[in-house]
Nanobody, 124 residues
Framework: QVQLVESGGGLVQAGGSLRLSCATS????????MGWFRQAPGKEREFLVG????????YYADSVKGRFTISRDNAKNAVYLQMNSLKPEDTAVYYC?????????????????WGQGTQVTVSS
């Protein structure tokens, strides 16, 4: 059974940094694409960045390009999201997701597996 567990969220001041982790289990993800999404209150879930597990190739949404960095650790079966220069508008619940295809896509409906989310709050 595939499981994704996010951690690393918290409260940070504007301009600060956080590193989110997504621990994976249940299968080998070498043929998967992984994604990070977020959802703010009253808003739709938003794609941030994806990574092709096998090659490490990435795709970023314009809203986080240059500030957020995705990476994966094959040995630890984990995916990370390094977030720098955080802004109050980055406040949201952040989710890790996986899809059984190496192609990175932005649509939430095309990701089969989701973590429970981790709250990130950025104060001004």
């Amino acid at each position: 059974q595939v499981q994704l567990v996010e951690s690393g969220g918290g409260l940070v001041q504007a301009g600060g940094s956080l590193r989110l982790s997504c621990a994976t289990s249940g299968r080998t993800f070498s043929s998967y694409a992984m994604g990070w999404f977020r959802q703010a209150p009253g808003k739709e879930r938003e794609f941030l960045v994806g990574i092709r597990w096998s090659t490490g190739s990435t795709y970023y949404a314009d809203s986080v390009k240059g500030r957020f960095t995705i990476s994966r650790d094959n040995a630890k079966n984990a995916v990370y999201l390094q977030m720098n220069s955080l802004k109050p508008e980055d406040t949201a619940v952040y989710y890790c997701a996986a899809r059984p295809s190496p192609v990175i896509v932005t649509a939430t409906s095309l990701y089969n597996y989701w973590g429970q989310g981790t709250q990130v709050t950025v104060s001004s």
